[in-house]
């Protein structure tokens, strides 16, 4: 079955640098969606890659997605105190979505 | 900005007794999922429902479990016994079409099961 998983599990850094968190799967994708998640609320879709493309763009988020080696990853550019959260990458194959267990962002002012 | 809306957003019950979540998935949408997370877990699907009948469930959704669409805006789901280890966040989502390559899922608030 298809598995997400994040690396690394928690990150820290400071204010302005770029964060980068990657992602694997295991088995053939359409698409994989990255969420993000703060501390106790709802999933909020940030950006979906399609397995015939390589890299996406939205906003300060940069998504690459290589199937050859069933990985993905985030970078969050100029970081914010408002992005500390959990972000969790998510593959779709026909129907539901394999969510990874996740990596905790934490921006420190 | 539609979004997907759950109500209750918090609810308590004893074990054994019938629970009922309710989601009113974005108006457009054609397939619609039920996903949970144990506190601390990982985000876990378990079933997904299009045109009236489940196209997809996991080992997670067994008997004790059912989906419905009772008029053209709510989408629930009725656990019938709880169990202690029932206890989680459970997130409806809504996507307008499969396609090709996917759709994005769009995500509700959740609800916030315990069981006691």
């Known amino acids: 079955s298809q598995q997400g998983e994040e690396d690394p599990q928690a990150l820290s850094i400071q204010e302005g640098e770029n964060a980068t968190m990657n992602c694997s799967y295991k088995t053939s994708i359409n698409n994989l969606q990255w969420y993000r998640q703060n501390s106790g609320r709802g999933l909020v879709h940030l950006i979906l890659i399609r397995s015939n493309e390589r890299e996406k763009h939205s906003g300060r988020l940069r998504v690459t997605l290589d199937t050859s080696k069933k990985s993905s990853s985030l970078l969050i550019t100029a970081s914010r105190a408002a992005d500390t959260a959990s972000y969790f990458c998510a593959s779709q194959g026909a129907q539901k979505l394999v969510f990874g267990q996740g990596t905790r962002l934490t921006i420190n002012p | 900005e539609p979004e997907v809306t759950q109500t209750p957003s918090h609810q308590v019950t004893q074990m054994g007794q019938e629970v009922i979540l309710r989601c009113v998935p974005i108006s457009n949408h054609l397939y619609f999922y039920w996903y949970r997370q144990i506190l601390g877990q990982k985000v876990e699907f378990l079933v997904s429902?299009?045109?009236?009948?489940?196209?997809?469930k996991s080992e997670i959704f067994d008997d004790q479990f059912s989906v419905e669409r009772p008029d053209g805006s709510n989408f629930t789901l009725k656990i019938r016994s709880t169990k202690l280890e029932d206890s989680a966040m459970y997130f409806c989502?809504?996507?307008?079409?499969?396609?090709?390559?996917?759709?994005?899922?769009?995500f509700g608030p959740g609800t916030r099961l315990l069981v006691l």
């Open positions: 989502a809504s996507s307008t079409t499969l396609g090709q390559g996917g759709e994005t899922q769009y």
């Open positions: 429902f299009y045109n009236n009948e489940i196209s997809e």
